[in-house]
T-cell receptor, first 114, second 116 residues
Framework: AQSVAQPEDQVNVAEGNPLTVKCTYSVSGNPYLFWYVQYPNRGLQFLLKYITGDNLVKGSYGFEAEFNKSQTSFHLKKPSALVSDSALYFCAVRALSGTYKYIFGTGTRLKVLA | GAVVSQHPSWVICKSGTSVKIECRSLDFQATTMFWYRQFPKQSLMLMATSNEGSKATYEQGVEKDKFLINHASLTLSTLTVTSAHPEDSSFYIC????????????FGQGTRLTVV
C-alpha cells in the first residue's frame, strides 16, 4: 500500500535559520511526490513536486526538496526561514500511476520565530 | 497555474438539514475532481472522486447516500451533505487536475462546515 509519513507534528525554527520538514514514503513503482502548504482556513497551495530527473527540486517561495531513493525520503528545505513561512505543510504521494488520487501525510506545523 | 474555487467558504447549518458545497474550475475544464475532508489538526482524507457525467467513486467507509456528489459539467462539482449532524462538521476541500498542466492538483480554498 502507498503511504506517506511525516514524523514531526511541529517544527520550530528561528527566523533566518535553515529549516527542514521531513517526509518519508512507501510506494510501489516510481513515486510522484509533492509538497503543499496550508494557511489557516485556506486550501492547499502547491510548493513543488518530484516526478523524475534531478533529485533536488526547487519550488515556490524559495523552498526546495531532496528526493532520496535509498532512504525513501523527500524532505522539504529552505536555506533561510521567514516568519511568513509559518504554516501547515503536507507531503503527498500520488496513489497509483495514471490516477490523480493523492495520499497525504499527517502534516507538519512549521513555526518560525522572530 | 489554475484556479479552483469553492463556495461557500464557510457555512453553519442546523442538524437534519442538507448543505451543498460547490467546487468550480474557473479557467479550465476538469473531467475529474476530488473531494477531501480534513478534521482539526489532521490530514486530508480522500472522500470520493467526482467524474463528469458519471457516478462518483467513493472511498471505503464514506457513505455515498450521505455525501452526494454531482459533477454535471466540466467546470462544476457539488458535494451535498444530507441530513447533517454535528459530527459532519469539518473542513471540506476539493481539487482538480488541469489537463496538460502536469501532475499536480489544484485545490480550492476549502469550506468549513459547522453543524449545530
Amino acid at each position: 500500500a502507498q503511504s506517506v509519513a511525516q514524523p514531526e507534528d511541529q517544527v520550530n525554527v528561528a527566523e533566518g535559520n535553515p529549516l527542514t520538514v521531513k517526509c518519508t514514503y512507501s510506494v510501489s513503482g516510481n513515486p510522484y511526490l509533492f509538497w503543499y502548504v496550508q494557511y489557516p482556513n485556506r486550501g492547499l497551495q502547491f510548493l513543488l513536486k518530484y516526478i523524475t530527473g534531478d533529485n533536488l527540486v526547487k519550488g515556490s517561495y524559495g523552498f526546495e526538496a531532496e528526493f532520496n531513493k535509498s532512504q525513501t525520503s523527500f524532505h522539504l528545505k529552505k536555506p533561510s526561514a521567514l516568519v511568513s513561512d509559518s504554516a501547515l505543510y503536507f507531503c503527498a504521494v500520488r496513489a497509483l500511476s495514471g490516477t490523480y488520487k493523492y495520499i497525504f501525510g499527517t502534516g507538519t506545523r512549521l513555526k518560525v520565530l522572530a | 497555474g489554475a484556479v479552483v474555487s469553492q463556495h461557500p467558504s464557510w457555512v453553519i447549518c442546523k442538524s437534519g438539514t442538507s448543505v451543498k458545497i460547490e467546487c468550480r474550475s474557473l479557467d479550465f475544464q476538469a473531467t475529474t475532481m476530488f473531494w477531501y475532508r480534513q478534521f482539526p489538526k489532521q490530514s486530508l482524507m480522500l472522500m470520493a472522486t467526482s467524474n463528469e457525467g458519471s457516478k462518483a467513486t467513493y472511498e471505503q467507509g464514506v457513505e455515498k447516500d450521505k455525501f452526494l456528489i454531482n459533477h454535471a459539467s466540466l467546470t462544476l462539482s457539488t458535494l451535498t451533505v444530507t441530513s447533517a449532524h454535528p459530527e459532519d462538521s469539518s473542513f471540506y476541500i476539493c481539487s482538480a487536475r488541469k489537463p496538460g498542466q502536469g501532475t499536480e492538483a489544484f485545490f480550492g480554498q476549502g469550506t468549513r462546515l459547522t453543524v449545530v
